[in-house]
């Protein structure tokens, strides 16, 4: 089935099977737009033909949220990272062009290396690694050949429940196992980041676009945290505090093939001069999301 009315504002969502495209996918089919959600199997954005076949759908609007994540996988696989994210975008972008839609390009602060900070708009990017290095380049030639998208350079974000496969995700299930083990202690490092909800980036990238607006936006959790207090605060707040605790150790002994930096925190600074920062504190949003019946039926489920 294709488009018909165009009255209805068109969303097409790539990576729709993901942490993120999947919030953005719900959000706005709540606030009433057609929505085209399409995960990989749908949609390889590296086809080329696959992706110019949307035409037909007319978007008015194309959120580019498939790529390759798994950033020690990049590290080894060069070519498929750079031919998903490099070549991907470029497919996205000659959609964009044919269609005339507004590309939203979600960016990730690992292409940031972290020695300054507070990182804004102006920080220069410097990335660490191969995953870095192709969501650089993406982003460059979003910005040359489409000056009218918007850029939003997000904090590592969590969501999505069985589908997070960042630190929130895996870490839940490291509880659960070490639960079911009785192994009473975990190690955590002190990498500090900011756990930021995959459901306040699509509802704040949503204001964005509603807004008409355009270029480089960072949106990101307010607060920071290392991964030894995101890792303590979320057996606080699951209620597992006399089953778990977490120890602390040096981000430089966690041995990753991806290098990232020890600390990246990013300032929402064009977000606040525009009025238009909604995002919240991430204790707060992670309580939210950790209160919901995916978590407590994980943790306090009844025999």
Same mark, same amino acid.
């Given at each position: 089935?294709?488009? #018909?009315?165009?009255?209805?504002?068109?969303? $097409?969502?790539?990576?729709?099977?993901?942490? $993120?495209?999947?919030?953005?996918?719900?959000?706005?089919?709540?606030?009433?737009?057609? *929505?085209?959600?399409?995960?990989?199997?749908?949609?390889? *954005?590296?086809?080329?033909?696959?992706?110019?076949?949307?035409?037909?759908?007319?978007?008015?609007? /194309?959120?580019?949220?498939?790529?390759?994540?798994?950033?020690?996988?990049?590290?080894?696989?060069?070519?498929?990272?750079?031919?998903?994210?490099? !070549?991907?975008?470029?497919? /996205?972008?000659?959609?964009?062009?044919?269609?005339?839609? +507004?590309?939203?390009?979600?960016?990730?602060?690992?292409?940031?290396?972290?020695?300054?900070?507070?990182?804004?708009?102006?920080?220069?990017?410097?990335?660490?690694? $191969?995953? !870095?290095?192709?969501?650089?380049?993406?982003?460059? $030639? *979003?910005?040359?050949?489409?000056?009218?998208?918007?850029?939003?350079?997000?904090?590592?974000?969590?969501?999505?429940?069985?589908?997070? +496969?960042?630190?929130?995700?895996?870490?839940?299930?490291?509880?659960?196992?070490?639960?079911?083990?009785?192994?009473?202690?975990?190690?955590?490092?002190?990498?500090?980041?900011?756990?930021?909800?995959?459901?306040?980036?699509?509802?704040?990238?949503?204001?964005?676009?509603?807004?008409?607006?355009?270029?480089?936006?960072?949106?990101?959790?307010?607060?920071?945290?290392?991964?030894?207090?995101?890792?303590?605060? #979320? *057996?606080?707040?699951?209620?597992?505090?006399?089953?778990?605790?977490?120890?602390?150790?040096?981000?430089?002994?966690?041995?990753?093939?991806?290098?990232?930096?020890?600390?990246?925190?990013?300032?929402?600074?064009?977000?606040?001069?525009?009025?238009?920062?909604?995002?919240?504190?991430?204790?707060?949003?992670?309580?939210?999301?950790?209160? +919901?019946?995916?978590?407590?039926?994980?943790?306090?489920?009844?025999?």
């Amino acid at each position: 089935m294709l488009r #018909m009315d165009t009255t209805q504002k068109c969303v $097409l969502i790539t990576g729709a099977g993901g942490m $993120l495209g999947s919030a953005f996918a719900e959000h706005l089919s709540e606030k009433g737009y057609l *929505v085209r959600a399409l995960d990989h199997a749908a949609l390889d *954005v590296a086809n080329r033909d696959t992706v110019l076949r949307e035409q037909e759908w007319k978007p008015d609007y /194309i959120i580019h949220c498939a790529g390759i994540v798994n950033a020690d996988f990049c590290e080894e696989n060069r070519d498929a990272c750079f031919e998903n994210h490099l !070549g991907g975008t470029k497919n /996205i972008i000659e959609l964009a062009k044919a269609t005339g839609a +507004k590309l939203c390009y979600p960016q990730s602060f690992l292409i940031f290396d972290g020695a300054e900070n507070p990182i804004t708009e102006e920080t220069t990017p410097h990335p660490l690694s $191969l995953y !870095g290095e192709a969501k650089w380049e993406a982003e460059q $030639l *979003v910005r040359k050949e489409l000056p009218d998208a918007l850029i939003v350079r997000m904090g590592g974000f969590f969501g999505g429940f069985e589908k997070d +496969k960042n630190f929130v995700g895996k870490f839940a299930s490291v509880l659960k196992k070490s639960i079911n083990e009785n192994v009473r202690t975990i190690s955590v490092s002190d990498r500090v980041w900011q756990p930021t909800y995959t459901k306040d980036l699509a509802e704040n990238c949503t204001v964005l676009l509603e807004n008409k607006k355009n270029g480089i936006y960072h949106m990101a959790s307010h607060g920071e945290a290392s991964f030894f207090e995101l890792a303590t605060a #979320m *057996v606080q707040i699951l209620d597992i505090s006399d089953k778990i605790t977490i120890t602390k150790i040096s981000a430089d002994e966690y041995k990753e093939k991806a290098k990232r930096p020890n600390r990246a925190v990013m300032k929402n600074k064009r977000l606040q001069e525009k009025g238009l920062d909604r995002m919240r504190n991430w204790r707060e949003a992670l309580g939210e999301y950790l209160q +919901k019946d995916y978590f407590q039926n994980l943790f306090h489920e009844t025999p």
